[in-house]
């Protein structure tokens, strides 16, 4: 298995995770979403709670591939590389979240003079939110990425399987299963970030990509890593189909069987939904080698690779076109509305109906973006950090 076809798997995944990001996260209406593509209310797992763990174990795994090319060394340009990179993405993650509060800030001030209107909305960072989707992964590829260049790989599944237990019992006893402001990882977010810098569900301050349910994402990032390192490590592509399909196996399995005792809950990051989504997310990379290096079915594959090539600056293109096609505004039938409502309610929903609709403007808003990523692509244009 050469190298290239070893990272066309991986890109593939990759790039299918970010395509499913940029899917749900833009609708047509959040009030007609089919059921599979939405996340679950709080304990249970649907395909939508399974995108965002498969990226990080991703991203273990790329990291093993990465780090191995500086031979684990804790050099300081390896330890700069590490910092920088972590630093830059926590930078543009929480960079989207300041732009989506100016342009909300701006529409609901237009009663203001325009200097004034503009000033408040550039300003207004007392309502920001701090962590996210880009602010976690910084922050579990900055710990796991240390913790791999300073310990011992033999000992990575000790560490990992100590922090799950650990973490279990912190949510145990801090009423951590409850959905409610009592919980544990909203009373420590609460504490440390303030109401007003995090994700609100339902008008309750718990943020799925909070403080406390950070470390249990670490072991996502360093479940992928371990998998990584058996998947190059292996003798040849059968042997590391089977390898990863009997982890996958295992993790699932255990998973599932401890849920009955720990739930399964993306909002907090349990741990079964890591060993859960780890697993499924192993198995899965499995299948993809399956098909695309042993039997070399990849034409299929030009449209996830795409996505794949260029992740972060795809990423991160989707956050803020989505958040233009909101600010654009005109009026129709004597109402104020904004490009992405007019798309949805005045052209996709009176042809096609409520949820087909809302489908359709999720999938030509991934397509749309799939574009800019082709051309990119064709270019041999690669966007890193």
């Known amino acids: 298995m050469t190298t290239n076809n070893r990272l066309l798997s991986l890109d593939i995944l990759r790039g299918i995770t ?3 990001m940029i899917l749900v996260n833009n609708p047509g209406s959040w009030n007609f979403v089919y059921a599979p593509l939405g996340h679950a209310e709080w304990n249970g797992l649907t395909p939508t709670d399974l995108i965002f763990p498969f990226f990080m174990f991703i991203m273990g795994v790329s990291m093993y591939i990465s780090l191995k090319k500086l031979n684990f060394s804790h050099t300081n340009d390896t330890l700069y590389k590490i910092l920088k990179r972590s630093i830059i993405i926590f930078i543009i993650g929480l960079g989207i979240a300041w732009f989506s509060l100016f342009c909300r800030t701006y529409q609901q001030t237009d009663n203001l003079p325009f200097i004034d209107r503009f000033l408040n909305s550039l300003l207004n960072f007392d309502k920001i939110r701090i962590l996210g989707v880009l602010q ?6 900055c710990f796991a990425s240390l913790l791999v260049i300073f310990i011992r790989h033999k000992y990575i599944p000790y560490i990992v399987g100590s922090t799950l237990i650990v973490y279990f019992l912190i949510l145990y006893f801090g009423d951590g299963f409850d959905k409610s402001e009592n919980n544990i990882v909203s009373v420590i977010d609460r504490a440390i970030l303030g109401v007003n810098h995090m994700y609100k569900d339902a008008g309750l301050a718990i943020d799925p990509e909070g403080i406390l349910s950070t470390i249990p994402s670490v ?8 998998c990584g390192k058996i998947m190059l490590n292996s003798k040849d592509n059968y042997s590391r189909i089977v390898n990863l399909f009997i982890v996958g196996t295992l993790l699932t399995f255990t998973g599932f069987l401890l849920s009955y005792g720990c739930p399964i809950n993306k909002k907090i990051w349990s741990p079964t939904f890591v060993l859960v989504s780890c697993g499924m997310a192993s198995s899965f990379l499995a299948l993809l080698i399956w098909i695309i290096d042993i039997h070399g079915y990849h034409k299929w594959t030009f449209y996830f690779k795409s996505f794949g090539v260029n992740p972060l600056f795809i990423f991160v293109m989707a ?3 989505s958040t233009i096609l909101r600010v654009i505004s005109f009026s129709s039938d004597s109402e104020s509305i904004n490009l992405h409502g007019f798309i949805y309610s005045d052209i996709l929903q009176p042809i096609f109906g409520n949820y087909p609709g809302s489908l359709i403007f999720a999938i030509s808003f991934m397509t749309l ?3 800019i990523g082709y051309i990119l692509y064709r270019r041999k244009i690669f966007i890193k950090v």
């Open 219 to 226: 072991c996502q990032a360093l479940i992928g890593f371990y």
């Open 136 to 141: 976690r992964l910084a922050l579990s590829y």
């Open 319 to 321: 956050g803020i076109l």
């Open 18 to 20: 970010i395509a499913g």
């Open 369 to 371: 973006c799939w574009l």
